[in-house]
């Protein structure tokens, strides 16, 4: 779509459909949200995209004089229709949805512009519009669709333009009207005066929250007034924007939502608006959004359904352009005891029901069987064996034992419990005649495993980690230990692969070429493995490629291989 008043154009949702919605401004173009994907065919240059995986598709229009228009559709279910009104017009037309058939014409009189066009959302009946000021003639008029007569059941006496008008959602003939320097409520029972008046600059884009039905707003300038309809004599609170404010829009479906849009501005600001102990909050929400931000929103509109979207216009190379805003707001989740997880979204509990419980998740299981069976006060052995072997205790099993080690092989030059870091960060002590570099070192074996490896090796080798043991026997330059654990590997489980490395650690003791390691490493999946050839035939990988911090082994692997690998200085 591409027109010369683009910046006019606004977005109607539709109340019935969720995925439809109407662009309005000089023509009426009706458009259906659909998803994209490899069969979507039925593009054409009528066609908006909306994001990545949505497109507006163009259903129907209705064009007439190029003249700006005005559209409310209509809030009840059983009447899929909207009210047109056309500017400089004298008729109000009744279009059904379903055809795009007029159903109705209402007589305005002369011809007038017009600032909103509302349905009541109380009453089927009730239409209002709020016009320009045009001689004599009354700038707000009501019609009542049950009476056959198509002109104004209710003119209200009030001079001046009408600038908004908003329905009230407690009482069906109550109605508030925005004039030059004053907001009026009118109760159509009483006849055509206001009920109450109020002198105030903030007569700019009056609303009414639909879920929270006494809450207002209204904007003068760069500010927003916010109102307690049981008692509007001043504004309850106030938000201040940077720039003068251009449209304001109260979520339809979740309360104390209110959106923004300022003058020359590429975002919508949402506001979350809460009452604490008599004091009202106002939070500024997050949204994601998918376009470029200098460009400038020319206007905006809240799904009718989804509180979490808004829908923005914007222009590109004199093109509309519509664009999703999602709201990031947060929701309460909690966990019930029978694992079902409850997650408050508006005004529902969604219930997500867990098919099995898994013991994994079962934070609260855990925990009493671990006091039931005094986990923590016992000896560290004993701590480290109520552990299991699932992934997610593997860390704290191995601090048990860790502390186990270090209070079995306590060292005079060392601090009790003392990790790596602390060790290696150690001073020699005075009139030490010994390789203090070889004293850490032999240390941090002793605390990882490593110091008689033979014994590790022959452990690891028959709980089946064949691959684990032949590395720590490398590393510990046990070459023919390696070959033969990598042997037996092969015949027990019948793997190529270890036989592979074995004969080629074998043939090339003397090391292969860098071309001819880095094509065998490439054929190693392994972690182990690879550090194993490495360390035997490749330098260059050990210095490059860091094998010590491959995340793939143990934390205690890769530190004795770090201390195996790298120099003195280094350590």
């Not at 109705?104 to 002369?110: I, T």
């Not at 240390?443 to 691959?467: A, P, R």
């Amino acid at each position: 779509m591409s027109t010369s008043h683009l910046s006019e154009i606004a977005i109607k949702w539709s109340p019935q459909v969720d995925e439809e919605f109407i662009l309005v401004g000089n023509s009426v173009n009706f458009y259906r949200l659909t998803s994209i994907n490899n069969s979507f065919k039925n593009w054409n240059e009528n066609n908006i995209f909306v994001s990545e995986s949505t497109c507006a598709r163009l259903i129907g229009s209705i064009n007439s004089y190029s003249k700006q228009k005005m559209i409310s559709w209509h809030p009840f279910t059983n009447l899929n229709s909207i009210a047109l009104f056309e500017n400089e017009s004298s008729q109000i037309r009744i279009i059904r949805m379903l055809d795009l058939e007029e159903v109705r014409s209402l007589d305005v009189g002369m011809a007038k512009k017009c600032n909103q066009i509302e349905w009541s959302p109380k009453n089927q009946s009730y239409l209002g519009l709020g016009f320009e000021q045009n001689d004599n003639c009354s700038s707000v008029c009501i019609w009542d669709l049950s009476q056959p007569n198509n002109n104004p059941s209710r003119q209200l006496n009030e001079t001046g333009s009408c600038l908004s008008l908003a329905w009230s959602y407690e009482t069906s003939d109550c109605l508030f009207a925005s004039f030059e320097n004053r907001l009026s409520l009118f109760d159509l029972r009483a006849g055509g005066d206001p009920i109450e008046s109020l002198k105030t600059d903030y007569i700019y884009g009056f609303c009414i929250d639909p879920k929270g039905i006494f809450k207002a707003a209204s904007f003068y300038q760069n500010q927003i007034a916010l109102w307690d309809l049981r008692d509007y004599k001043e504004p309850v609170d106030f938000i201040e924007e940077s720039r003068p404010i251009k449209s304001i829009q109260f979520c339809p479906s979740r309360t104390n939502r209110l959106a923004v849009l300022t003058e020359n501005s590429p975002n919508v600001n949402v506001f979350r608006l809460e009452e604490r102990e008599d004091k009202l909050i106002k939070e500024k929400i997050q949204y994601y959004k998918y376009y470029k931000s200098s460009f400038v929103i020319n206007s905006f509109s809240w799904h009718s359904k989804d509180s979490n979207r808004l829908m923005a216009t914007f222009t590109d190379l004199n093109t509309l352009k519509l664009v999703d805003l999602v709201v990031a707001d947060y929701s309460p989740i909690g966990i019930s005891f029978n694992e079902n997880l409850n997650i408050a979204l508006n005004d529902k509990v969604c219930t997500v029901q867990s098919q099995e419980i898994d013991d994994e998740i079962d934070i609260g299981e855990k925990m009493r069987q671990r006091a039931k069976n005094s986990y923590g006060i016992k000896s560290f052995k004993e701590n480290a064996n109520l552990l299991s072997d699932n992934k997610s205790e593997l860390e704290i099993k191995f601090l048990w034992k860790w502390l186990e080690i270090s209070k079995a092989n306590e060292h005079t030059y060392f601090e009790k419990f003392s990790g790596v870091k602390s060790i290696l960060a150690t001073q020699p002590p005075e009139n030490l005649t010994d390789d203090f570099n070889k004293i850490k070192r032999e240390y941090i074996f002793k605390l990882c495993g490593w110091f008689n490896w033979s014994e590790t090796v022959t452990k690891l080798e028959s709980q089946g980690e064949y691959e684990r043991a032949a590395c720590i026997a490398m590393f510990n330059n046990g070459f023919e230990r390696a070959i033969e654990i990598l042997k037996n590997a092969s015949k027990q489980t019948n793997s190529n692969e270890y036989l592979a490395l074995t004969l080629s650690l074998m043939i090339n003791r003397k090391g292969l070429s860098n071309k001819e390691s880095v094509r065998v490493l490439d054929k190693i999946s392994n972690p182990y493995l690879k550090a194993l050839f490495a360390y035997q035939n490749d330098s260059d990988y050990n210095y490059y490629y860091s094998i010590y911090n491959d995340q793939s082994i143990k934390l205690q692997d890769r530190v004795c291989m770090a201390m195996s690998i790298l120099s003195n200085e280094v350590k």
